[in-house]
């Protein structure tokens, strides 16, 4: 009853030994702040990528509102906002459409809004401010370049505003303008004053505009809850609870970006979360494993004055916290820091360009804390109960006899240093089979990635968006969204031909595309409605089910494309000279709604008929659906796929109905030694047309480099880290091996032993030790890596598998060095009196 | 459990309940203040305040049984200790097993004290004997040897006085340890009382028998009465002794022609044995140091005697459980009076 | 009142019988409350480890310590270092004191692990007779051999615990001193009625003991098992 008041003593135990070993007290420090840091630094970029995600797709909706009200009357407004669960909102009127001639291609909406809803259109006013006046707007960069008109206030523009009954014309005044990506959202925007919507559509009834699917002067009112969950539920109480009745919509941005959904994409990072607890363990492990040991002595002396177990127990344990206190914030603040860094690489890796969000969210920081806290923890337990079950005797004990006798081996050869010493090797099997398998696993993942990150070739890569040596486009044709002015046949026969001209070019290789509308037949409409008549209903796919139709992009290629072909078959066979005919066609996979997901409608040996092109033909194969992807546009439409014909099939006779179709690249193969010339000549010629965009391996390769530096900078620094963890553990490894055995030593030493003669003993067995590792990595080990890298490097698309022998080579030498150091100064450490007798004089 | 350092704990108790019925009090007060006071906050403040003040009362209750169950331990941990029963705890890491400990060392030592002390006291008995026996064979030479000095022939009158002065201070000193050997005997209790209920006639004739001669020289009356069934609770021979002193006195300072009176008389719980005399009496304000060690009236001075005689007598009767007490009128007699225990 | 009671205690080192070192091999023993047991031997004939098992702080082959009624091998690790806190005070023959505490920390070690309250008075008294005043915020390293092991004897006498274990108490001491740290040990365990069992080579000191042991190869040779009657002081 009442436990006794005895912590004083303990806590003043603890923090002495602190004092006394302050080399310790640092290698601690440093693991705990590694630990933390790489902890902190991954939860950081996770969370900053989530954020990234999220703010990705908000901008892609274009409103980072939780939800909204469609076509609410003033009123009703009113009734909605007073609503306790709508912390904000804002309201946006519908004006019209933009008939300017420039936006025939990519709409543009005009609408009047709050400062509310500006602040949640992510639309970040450069200059000026919301219209006021009857003939201010507020227009995006990338429309008043449409239009030609410098970025400043004050410009004058002229808009066609469709409100439906009839198109208003109307001279504007710039009053504001904001940077908007013209890719991003789905449509242009442009702002109005409420003083012109009062003067021009004021009268138009709401209810009729909706009725009739213009929407002119109908209002939307977005609101912000308290926080994203249950979005739907919260708008529909909010309906019920004022007896409004209207449409409602959510932000799909916050539905779709939760990472919770894909539970698989965190496995790699609990695995590498995984992977740095236990090498923190494992350090801080060793590290108060090697000082209990080597102060026995000192322990023993305690219990032996009445230091019970438990409380021997709790001074190890208060010493890893301080330890651990003292290590906690840099590590965390560095973690932060690296972490904020890295984040942008990381962005780069995802498919869609992201803008970099960053969290400071306290989650990061406890989590780390806590996690750093568990190994920790973890770590001084088990030096802990090894402190607390030294026997007291060991206070009085000084060399001692030897109390536990293995088998003696008695050989007649015994005596000779290095068979002692490979003796000794196999005196515990486990020990030694687990040092040399931590020792060579660190060895091969070394190397694997090492060879991996060797492997990276450039020129691979290149490949895959360009397969001669330059290319020239059409960006007309390019992009879909809005177009840019242009003429989409400006590759024409007489270009190409100016091109070939050119000194050096060896040949000139074309591509050709048609956007084709084709009607569903029964293949395809055999895999579709199936999938139309799952839940949820996908808007999409009904409509096309409804128009009957999927949207194909075909290609013409040229013969010097053909060598690229077959890399990218899936089924069937390629058969340049057969195609060539003009009979056959390739066709790619489709790809579906949802992510990753492929179908081919077709198989080998299909007829297919193009409508189009007023001819069917062969399925001569089916390929990856992002077969030949440097001769494509490099965008795909849901539903649709590729199909590839050799140009002729698209340059020759067609239908009449058919527009002809437009030269989308032409690629050119050059002589190496002209390559410079070359390309000048060809960059000159394209120079005069705005469509034309000139791209040398040379410019794809700068793109590039930023690119792999990242991949070498992750790759390299893993590598050199989990090298470095491994040769820790070893130096740990020795180190507690060289001190268990103090007492042999005495004794050997004691019976004639000379302090040479054991030196050179243990250096055998450093030396065994590595001769043994050197025969595991170099056939195990060599294996391993050339499948693992092979398989890792076949697979990607810029590495070229290239083995690599450094790893190896370097092992042998670097490890003997090591084993060599760090036995003769372990031993040093032990001849020189232990933490113990040092404080002690005169005895 | 009053500590200088420590506030009162009443104090603090009230202190603390204090504060935290404010708190209680203030939070709710402002609570429905804020949200309105509908009836459904209101019932759910009220039944919360209960809920906590509940739990509040309990857990202090539940405190005070374990503080007095604490001191109930204690306690019995103490009368373990203090009869030699089994320990209570043993080497358990708590302050009670500390205090338990501590507590059974002290005991040890004291108890050791207590055998050492008793070894102590067996030494000096030892040593008692050991003077008793060495100091007899000198003593009884001297004495002889003085008695053959005194038998001499021709020896002149002041020879023979101071031989005669050897003779009687020998004797003094013979009497003199005899009765310090007693007295030390009896105090260090090495003399065994043997009492039983016997008639006190034969005790007194006892203790007379010794004295006739003397009272007869100086032709002093001695007259006795008591009944013979008169009886106490007493050791024959050591009140025998005692009455002998008494008596003695009686004789030695009665002049001659004097009388003593013994009346032996039994009451309710003492039987009384009086010795009254008229000799010289004792003066009132020596009354009450007659009974010292080594104690001599100033009357008395002129007669011979140590003065252990009443002392000795007193601790005979009171180690028997009596007790003995004196009156006395100077120059006419004194009466002392002995009382033993009737059974 | 035996304190101490060994029955048939065995050390034996090794397990092949021909290399076999035996420590003490059946040791029998009684000792007193209060007794002042002196042991001699020479070098290597088991006196320390059966010092050290009557402390607890190894465990025998074989045999049973009972000290005070409580046998020692039989209680948890736990409860047998908390009984040599409170019931027993060591003094080493070397390496007696924590390294990182100064002088009065170690003399006070024992007391504060059991958290217990410091007799200041007793413990002034302790440190005065030993003469160790000027050194008590000295750290171990900077006190001579001699002063280490009055400090380590102080410690040992700090709890006044029921048994003083010496093993050369007096070895870095000169004989003045070796005497006078005597003294105070006699004076003290007659005060506490503590039972000292202490090994010694010095003949002149081991006279000062109720009893001599005298060990040679693990057995007692002479010396009674069992005490010989009461103390004469």
């Known amino acids: 009853m009442i436990a006794n008041n005895n912590r004083k003593i303990v806590t003043r135990l603890s923090l002495r030994s602190l004092r006394v070993s302050p080399l310790r007290n640092l290698a601690v420090i440093s693991a705990v702040v590694l630990t933390t840091l790489l902890i902190t630094s991954i939860f950081t970029m996770s969370l ?165 699917g213009s929407y002119v002067n109908t209002q939307e009112m977005s609101v912000m809850f308290k926080n994203a969950v249950d979005i739907e539920k919260k708008l529909d109480k909010v309906l019920a609870d004022t007896g409004v009745n209207r449409p409602t919509g959510v932000n799909w941005a916050y539905t779709t970006s ?33 000082s209990v040991v080597r102060d026995v002595k000192f322990y023993g002396l305690l219990k032996a004055i009445g230091t019970t177990p438990r409380q021997l127990k709790r001074m190890i344990r208060i010493q890893s916290q301080i330890l651990y206190l003292i290590g906690l914030p840099f590590g965390l603040a560095a973690g932060y820091v690296i972490g904020r860094l890295l984040t942008p690489m990381m962005n780069t890796f995802s498919s869609e360009p992201m803008e970099a969000a960053y969290s400071a969210s306290p989650w990061i920081f406890i989590g780390a804390a806590l996690f750093a806290y568990l190994t920790v923890w973890l770590a001084a337990g088990k030096p802990g109960r090894m402190a607390a079950r030294i026997a007291p005797v060991e206070a009085v004990r000084y060399t001692g006899v030897q109390t536990t006798r293995r088998r003696n081996k008695r050989s007649k050869r015994g005596g000779r240093l290095h068979v002692m010493a490979f003796t000794n090797l196999f005196r515990s099997k486990k020990k030694l089979s687990l040092m040399l398998t931590s020792l060579s696993l660190s060895i091969v993942l070394f190397s694997i990635i090492f060879t991996v990150i060797g492997s990276l070739d450039v020129n691979k890569y290149l490949s895959t968006f360009l397969s001669g040596d330059m290319v020239i486009r059409n960006e007309k044709i390019e992009t879909h969204e809005g177009e840019r002015p242009g003429d989409p046949y400006k590759l024409s026969e007489a270009f190409s031909s100016d091109l070939e001209r050119i000194d050096g070019v060896k040949s000139v290789e074309k591509v050709y595309y048609y956007y084709d509308i084709h009607d569903m037949d029964e293949k395809i409409r055999a895999v579709l409605q199936p999938l139309s008549e799952t839940e949820p209903p996908q808007p999409y796919l009904t409509s096309l089910l409804e128009r009957n139709s999927v949207y194909l992009q075909l290609y013409g290629i040229d013969p010097g ?283 | 459990m009053i500590n200088s350092t420590v506030p009162h704990p009443r104090r603090l108790r009230y202190l603390f309940s204090a504060v935290f019925l404010l708190l209680l009090i203030g ?110 064979t000198p003593l009884a030479s001297v004495l002889l040897y003085s008695q053959l000095l005194a038998e001499t022939p021709d020896l002149s009158p002041d020879t023979r006085q101071l031989v005669e002065q050897i003779g009687i201070q020998s004797e003094k000193l013979d009497w003199l ?95 009384r044995i009086e010795v009254a005399d008229t000799g010289i009496g004792i003066p009132e304000d020596e009354l009450e140091h007659i009974f010292r060690r080594f104690y001599r009236g100033h009357n008395a001075r002129e007669v011979e005697g140590i003065g252990i005689g009443l002392f000795l007598a007193q601790k005979i009767i009171s180690i028997q459980g009596g007790y003995i007490t004196a009156a006395s009128q100077p120059g006419q007699g004194s009466r002392l009076t002995l009382y033993l225990p009737q059974l | 009142m035996p304190i101490l009671n060994i029955v048939n205690l065995k050390k034996y080192y090794g397990k092949d019988p021909q290399t076999t070192v035996k420590a003490l091999d059946d040791i029998s023993l009684t000792v007193e409350k209060g007794e002042f047991v002196a042991i001699v031997g020479t070098s290597g004939s088991g006196k320390s480890t059966l010092l050290h098992m009557l402390g607890g702080l190894d465990r025998p082959t074989e045999g049973k310590v009972t000290v005070d009624g409580n046998e020692l091998f039989a209680m948890s690790d736990e409860k047998l270092t908390i009984f040599r806190r409170r019931s027993v005070g060591f003094v080493f023959q070397s390496y007696n004191l924590v390294p990182i505490l100064s002088v009065l920390e170690n003399i006070t070690l024992p007391i504060e692990l059991d958290g217990g309250r410091i007799d200041r008075t007793y413990l002034d008294e302790v440190i005065q007779a030993l003469g160790l005043q000027s050194k008590i915020h000295s750290l171990p390293g900077s006190l001579s051999g001699g002063q280490q092991q009055r400090v380590a004897i102080a410690r040992a006498l700090a709890t006044k615990p029921s048994i003083i274990l010496a093993d050369e108490p007096t070895g870095n001491l000169d004989s003045k001193t070796s005497q006078e740290v005597l ?31 005298r060990i040679e190869d693990g057995r007692i040779v002479s010396g009674n098992a069992t005490p010989s009657g009461a103390r004469i002081l």
């Open chain 2, 177 to 271: 340890i005899t009765s310090l050997i007693k007295l030390s005997r009896l105090e260090t209790g090495m003399i065994h009382l043997q009492s039983e209920v016997r008639p006190v006639a034969a005790t007194i004739t006892s203790a007379l028998s010794h004295l006739y001669t003397r009272a007869g020289n100086k032709n002093i009356i001695i007259n006795i009465d008591c009944d013979p069934l008169t009886s106490a609770r007493h050791d024959y021979k050591w009140t025998s002794e005692a009455l002998f002193n008494l008596l003695e006195n009686a004789v030695k300072y009665t002049e001659p022609g004097g009388s003593i009176r013994i009346t032996a008389e039994g009451n309710e719980m003492f039987t």
């Open chain 1, 258 to 290: 939760s990472l919770s959904d894909n539970l698989i994409e965190f496995v790699p990072y609990v695995a590498v979360i995984f992977i740095i607890m236990l090498s923190g363990y494992l350090l801080i492990y060793n590290i108060f494993y090697i």
């Open chain 2, 27 to 136: 939070y709710s007060g402002t609570i429905l203040y804020l949200e309105g006071f509908s009836p459904a906050l209101l019932q759910l403040t009220l039944l919360f305040l209960i809920a906590v003040l509940g739990t509040g009362a309990l857990y202090n209750r539940v405190l005070q049984r374990q503080l007095t169950g604490f001191m109930d331990t204690v306690e019995e941990m103490v009368d373990r200790a203090i009869h030699g029963r089994e320990q209570l705890t043993l080497f358990d890491e708590t302050r009670l097993s500390s205090l338990e400990h501590k507590l059974l060392r002290y005991i040890e030592m004291g108890k050791a004290n207590e055998h050492n002390l008793a070894a102590e006291k067996n030494m000096i008995k030892e040593l008692i004997s050991d003077i008793s026996h060495q100091t007899k």
């Open chain 1, 48 to 212: 900053n990528l989530n954020k990234s995600m999220e703010l990705t797709m908000m901008k892609s909706v274009g409103t980072d509102f939780h939800g909204s009200f469609k076509r609410v009357s003033p009123e009703q407004i009113e009734i909605l906002q007073q609503h306790p669960s709508v912390k904000e909102y804002g309201v946006m009127l519908h004006a019209g459409l933009l008939r300017n001639e420039v936006f025939r291609d990519s709409p543009v909406e005009v609408k009047r809004i709050d400062e509310a809803s500006a602040r949640h259109s992510f639309i970040h006013l450069i200059e000026g401010g919301l219209p006021e006046a009857g003939n201010e707007v507020v227009l995006s960069t990338w429309v008043l370049d449409k239009f030609g008109i410098q970025h400043a206030l004050g410009e004058r523009v002229q808009l066609d505003i469709d409100i439906t009954e009839r198109v208003l014309k109307q001279e504007f005044v710039v009053s504001g303008y904001y940077e908007a990506d013209k890719n991003l959202a789905i449509a242009g925007l442009a702002f109005v004053s409420d003083a012109w919507v009062q003067q021009n559509i004021s009268g138009i009834d709401p209810a009729e505009s909706e009725a009739s």
């Open chain 1, 561 to 843: 494309w053909y060598d690229l072909v077959q890399k990218d078959v899936i089924e069937g066979h390629f058969d340049p000279q057969k195609f060539a005919s003009g009979d056959y066609v390739l066709v790619a996979q489709s790809l579906m709604w949802e992510e990753d997901t492929y179908t081919s409608y077709y198989h080998p040996g299909d007829i297919m008929e193009f409508k189009n092109l007023g001819k069917s033909y062969e399925v001569m194969a089916v390929m990856n659906y992002d077969a030949l992807y440097a001769a494509t546009t490099q965008s795909f439409s849901t539903y649709g796929f590729n199909a590839f014909f050799p140009s002729s099939e698209l340059t020759g006779e067609l239908p009449a109905e058919t527009n002809p179709p437009w030269p989308l690249s032409a690629t050119l193969h050059i002589d190496p030694d002209k390559l410079d010339s070359a390309t000048q000549a060809a960059k000159s010629l394209a120079a005069s047309s705005d469509e034309l965009v000139v791209k040398s391996r040379e410019d794809y390769r700068e793109e590039l480099d930023g690119f792999i530096g990242v991949f070498q900078i992750i790759g390299y620094g893993l590598s050199f880290v989990i090298a470095l963890i491994g040769v820790l553990n070893y130096i740990n490894t020795v180190v507690t091996g060289v001190i268990m055995r103090r007492n042999e030593f005495a004794l050997l030493e004691s019976i004639g032993m000379t302090k040479r003669q054991l030196k050179k003993m243990l250096v055998y067995e450093g030396i065994y030790n590595v001769l043994l590792t050197t025969a595991i990595t170099s056939t195990l080990g060599v294996f391993l890596t050339y499948s693992i890298a092979k398989s890792i490097a076949g697979n990607t698309a810029f590495t070229v598998f290239r083995m690599s022998w450094l790893p190896f080579v370097l092992v042998v030498p670097v490890l003997a060095i090591i084993a060599y150091t760090v036995t003769l100064s372990s031993y040093r450490m032990l001849s020189k009196a232990t933490l113990i007798e040092r404080l002690r004089q005169g005895e």
């Open chain 3, 183 to 213: 003294i105070l040990l006699k004076q003290m365990s007659e005060k506490f009625n503590q039972t000292i069992v202490m090994i010694t080579h010095n003949e002149s000191i081991a006279q000062m003991a109720d009893r001599i042991i």
